[in-house]
């Protein structure tokens, strides 16, 4: 399974952070900075495997973002990366041409993605189509109740 | 009260912040404002304000106050509170919370809810954060999820019913029934669930592992009808159907045929399928064929399907892709021992992979071309593995080297051989060995008598070139004043003489006592040199007793100790005889060549390299012998 998924930019700066595993706030801080600095210190052509404690560590950059995630050691380090480009994928056909604020100014979002392709580590669905539509019909679902409503609409989701 | 900002609004705020402390002011402000809207009744601004938290959160800043609120949302009958409500749960709460106890109620009530997505609201987060009190609490209703609900549901029940069973156990008994039958279904995402429940179920109960077995023909099935099927635009990734699938399929078929005959062979034909048909010229295709060789390997396969395997990762040795390249070399480490031979086929690939440019690759092809040293290969790869230290990174030099002393340990195929293996990663790598080479190249210079002029020879001119690298200097020192006598004859057999007088071999020695490159030990094997050479020249016997002399009131106490020790049995010496000096109780005996007098220098610098290092040695016990007999003869 997969323990954690971080993304951060190239400063080091925190975009996402999906736990898999209970871990103290304190240690969560401490694994953030380990993977910064061990996945931003590497050399540009170095290959995307890494070892850490008893996980394999599988990073990939993607524009201005790594993606570094954490895996048992039985895991497939090439499917990871496969994972890892699936959800770029689904990212950016949600947002249409997905950049690094896309996920800034609407990371809850990005989380909402997240939560519908991987579920307690795990892949949960393998079909592109049916993960957009779901997240469509998701979204759809929080509009319609928004437009019932008596909110506010300066105050509301976007 | 200030008037809230929208999300969007905050989070452009605080990123135009100049600097950390204006960062945290407005954080501040902004928490303070959060605070007092959540103590406030429900005024529809809830769900943003947690968002805004966890945003902040996100930056590194204390959230815990919105603990509570997360709790309040989930409860909250609207969708969109709802799911920034689970959110937040499964940002700020962990099972170790008390708070996350107090939304079990709520996740068992959304469960059932008529809504799918707010089941799988309730789904995600306790397949994240459910604690063994809520996984015992909930498992039936998850139970029933799996049987009766459509294929959006399914899917995640079975990922939920997965992280039961990691947390309790002997929750598998109870979702085994409804794992079996999902094995029927079409839907890939609910096969996909099925068959990563159906693996976890079998990895920790050996009865329900057992009973899965019967599943091999429809998991063969399964999977032949992925490889084989045309393109599905729905599943199709570089021209594989489904490679997530295919790939648990084939997790779950190896942890069913390992150890068992009847279930490997059943996937034998397949296995060689998959193996041949499947294209590797993308990741996608690579992570299939990776995952069907570890396959291969960890079951009863047939010998000519394991040696298609091995074929598959040589073939990934030569892949373009760095990342190929380093997950063949982790397997084949792996299957090093079980299957030598077939590895050792792809032996030059992986000594090319010495000059790969990546350090991981790098660091795994020493290791594998380490485990395939042989006594039938050693000539030609240890030249590879010298070449490689002269220019390999310095966090491998030092493992490097202690592999290319155990290798020409066990298979150097002549003596001398050996020596120059050892003085050639001397001269290159002498800093990164470890402290036993020099004692270990001590003793393999005493056994190799045939080749002490030669020995010697090479010592010297090493020394005369560069004498930084300790290790070298001290085996050296030591060889020179063993052998000097060789040296100075001016004539030697394996290779050309030097001609030297005493005094270039005092100047040397000397040199090496003076310099500031060398440590108090390398002075101590210089000057105990010295000090053999006494016996073994003729015409400079007074240089080297003010060489000693100077040395008798050195800062270093260790260096004075010897000087003034040394001194005494020069001025003993004169008067003893050789009956006196003859010493017979030793466990190795007096070496070829040894005086008595020198025996017992050697002695002493052993006794002092023995308890420098602080382990009891030989040097200690040959020391009870000699030192005490030493002393006797001093006082006669």
């Not at chain 2, 040589?314 to 070399?329: A, P, T």
């Not at chain 2, 056994?447 to 010297?460: D, G, Q």
């Amino acid at each position: 399974m997969m323990h954690f998924l971080l993304l951060f930019s190239r400063q080091g700066k925190l975009r996402l952070q999906k736990w898999f595993t209970p871990v103290p706030e304190r240690e969560k801080k401490k694994i953030v900075r380990d993977m910064t600095t061990m996945v931003l210190g590497r050399k540009p052509r170095s290959c995307n495997f890494l070892h850490w404690k008893d996980l394999k560590i599988v990073y990939k950059k993607y524009a201005s973002l790594y993606f570094c995630c954490g895996l048992d050691a039985e895991e497939n380090e090439l499917l990871a990366l496969e994972v890892l480009h699936r959800y770029v994928e689904l990212l950016d056909k949600y947002f249409g041409n997905v950049c690094e604020l896309d996920i800034i100014f609407n990371f809850e979002k990005a989380y909402f993605i997240l939560d519908e392709f991987l579920l307690g580590g795990e892949v949960q669905e393998t079909s592109k189509q049916v993960l957009s539509r779901s997240i469509e019909a998701s979204d759809m679902l929080q509009e319609a109740e928004i437009d019932n409503s008596d909110y506010d609409l300066e105050l509301g989701w976007p | 009260m200030s008037p809230s900002v929208r999300l969007q609004e905050m989070i452009r705020v605080i990123r135009g912040a100049r600097t950390q402390g204006e960062e945290r002011g407005v954080i501040q402000r902004e928490c303070a404002a959060i605070r007092a809207q959540f103590r406030q009744a429900d005024n529809g601004t809830r769900s943003h304000n947690l968002a805004k938290l966890l945003y902040v959160h996100m930056l590194g800043y204390p959230a815990h106050f919105g603990q509570m609120e997360c709790v309040r949302l989930i409860a909250s009958p609207r969708y969109n509170e709802k799911r920034v409500g689970y959110l937040g749960a499964m940002m700020l709460l962990d099972e170790k919370q008390d708070a996350s106890l107090l939304i079990t109620n709520s996740i068992k009530n959304d469960l059932s809810h008529s809504s799918q997505y707010v089941q799988s609201l309730a789904l995600c987060t306790l397949a994240c954060m459910g604690s063994a009190e809520m996984c015992r609490d909930l498992a039936p209703e998850i139970d029933r999820l799996l049987r009766a609900s459509n294929s959006y549901i399914k899917k995640k029940a079975a990922l939920c019913a997965v992280h039961m069973v990691r947390k309790v156990p002997e929750l598998g008994e109870l979702f085994t029934p409804a794992a079996r039958s999902l094995l029927s279904e079409k839907n890939h995402g609910v096969l996909h669930g099925a068959v990563v429940l159906i693996t976890e179920l079998c990895e920790r109960n050996p009865d329900t592992l057992e009973q899965f077995r019967k599943a091999v023909p429809e998991l063969v099935l399964m999977m032949k009808g992925l490889v084989m099927s045309g393109y599905s635009p729905e599943h199709n990734v570089a021209g594989i159907s489904d490679p997530f699938l295919q790939v648990r399929i084939l997790r779950l078929l190896r942890i069913l045929g390992r150890n068992n005959d009847t279930a490997s062979d059943a996937m034998n034909d397949l296995l060689a399928q998959v193996a041949t048909n499947t294209d590797s010229s993308k990741t996608a295709g690579s992570a299939v064929l990776y995952e069907t060789v570890l396959t291969v390997m960890d079951i009863k396969s047939e010998s000519g399907l394991r040696v298609l395997a091995v074929n598959i990762l040589g073939r990934f040795l030569l892949n373009n892709d760095r990342n190929i390249r380093y997950i063949s070399m982790t397997s084949l480490q792996k299957i090093v021992q079980t299957d030598h031979n077939a590895v050792q086929r792809h032996r030059g690939t992986i000594v090319d992979c010495l000059k790969d440019q990546d350090a991981s690759v790098k660091r795994r092809a020493l290791e594998l071309s380490l485990a395939l040293v042989s006594a039938v290969n050693i000539r030609s790869l240890m030249k590879e593995l010298l070449l490689f230290l002269s220019s390999c990174p310095p966090e491998l030099r030092a493992h490097t080297t202690s592999g290319i002393f155990n290798a020409a340990e066990r298979y150097a195929p002549s003596q001398r051989w050996h020596i120059d293996t050892i003085l050639h990663v001397l001269t290159t790598a002498g800093g990164d060995v470890r402290d036993e080479t020099v004692p270990n190249l001590i003793q393999l210079i005493t056994t190799a008598t045939e080749l002490h002029c030669y020995t010697v020879h090479k010592l010297y001119r090493a020394l005369i070139t560069d004498i930084s690298v300790q290790s070298l200097v001290q085996v050296a020192c030591w060889c020179i004043g063993e052998y000097g006598d060789l040296l100075l004859r001016g004539e030697c057999e394996e290779t050309e003489p030097v001609q030297v007088t005493e005094d270039d071999v005092l100047d040397a020695l000397e040199t090496v006592l003076q310099s500031h490159m060398s440590s108090p030990a390398t002075r101590g094997f210089a000057l105990t040199a010295t000090m053999k050479l006494s016996t073994r020249i003729t015409h400079n016997v007074d240089r080297i007793r003010s060489i000693v002399s100077i040395y008798g009131s050195c800062i270093d106490v260790e260096l004075q100790q010897r000087a003034v020790e040394y001194n005494a049995l020069f001025k003993k010496y004169d008067h003893m005889s050789q009956s006196y000096m003859h010493i017979v109780v030793s466990e190795e005996g007096p070496k070829n060549g040894q005086t008595p007098a020198t025996l017992v220098m050697d002695c002493s610098l052993c006794y002092r390299t023995s308890s420098g290092t602080g382990a009891p040695s030989l040097g200690t016990r040959l020391l009870n012998s000699f030192y005490s007999q030493a002393i006797r003869l001093l006082n006669t």
